[in-house]
């Protein structure tokens, strides 16, 4: 990553990989398909960011909502074969937030503003996750309420929908560069 502002730390991504190889890890984005479906259809989205995409399941699920005819980009620090994030007009991070290295998380944010055309979704637990990273740290490297997280990201973004649920919330959210559109 030489000239590039660094996302994650040495050996992170290799914690990451571990625990992708546990088929139940990583599939929060099947739950949230649904509701990006619809914001994809009233937005005529035509091209997403899968930022944190795991084994790419919200494109499997989208399909199954009937989304055929959208470009998908999947970025995730544990499968480098896909490549680096791009840019698109709605970006997901669904169950992603919580999992970045505090220290690498306004780096996140940044990149992920720099990314997001017309809008985002983003889905954040807020609770202690039940999966352990091989160093023993709780997978949740984050445990936030919402409040917290609002505080950091609403210096980039322009929250348009929050909806909590136990245990976390999501949010539909317009980069700030955009919120006057």
């Not at 290799?14 to 190889?21: C, F, I, P, R, Y």
């Not at 220290?103 to 940044?110: H, V």
Request: charged share 20%; proline share 4%; hydrophobic share 40%.
């Amino acid at each position: 990553m030489s000239g590039q502002t660094k996302l994650f730390s040495a050996g992170y991504a290799d914690l990451q990989s571990d625990l992708h190889e546990n088929s139940q890890y990583g599939v929060a984005s099947i739950a949230f398909a649904t509701i990006v479906a619809e914001i994809c259809k009233a937005q005529n989205i035509t091209s997403l960011c899968d930022y944190g995409a795991g084994r790419c399941n919200l494109s499997a699920a989208l399909r199954k909502h009937g989304i055929t005819d959208l470009t998908y980009h999947p970025y995730d620090l544990a499968f480098p074969e896909y490549g680096p994030p791009v840019a698109a007009d709605l970006v997901c991070c669904i169950d992603v937030f919580e999992h970045i290295e505090p220290e690498f998380l306004d780096a996140n944010i940044e990149k992920i503003f720099s990314l997001t055309t017309n809008l985002g979704f983003f889905s954040i637990s807020t609770v202690p996750a039940r999966k352990t990273l091989k160093d023993g740290r709780n997978a949740h490297l984050i445990q936030e309420n919402s409040s917290w997280w609002l505080q950091r990201l609403t210096h980039r973004f322009d929250v348009r929908r929050l909806l909590a649920y136990e245990g976390g919330f999501w949010m539909i959210v317009r980069p700030l560069k955009a919120a006057a559109s």
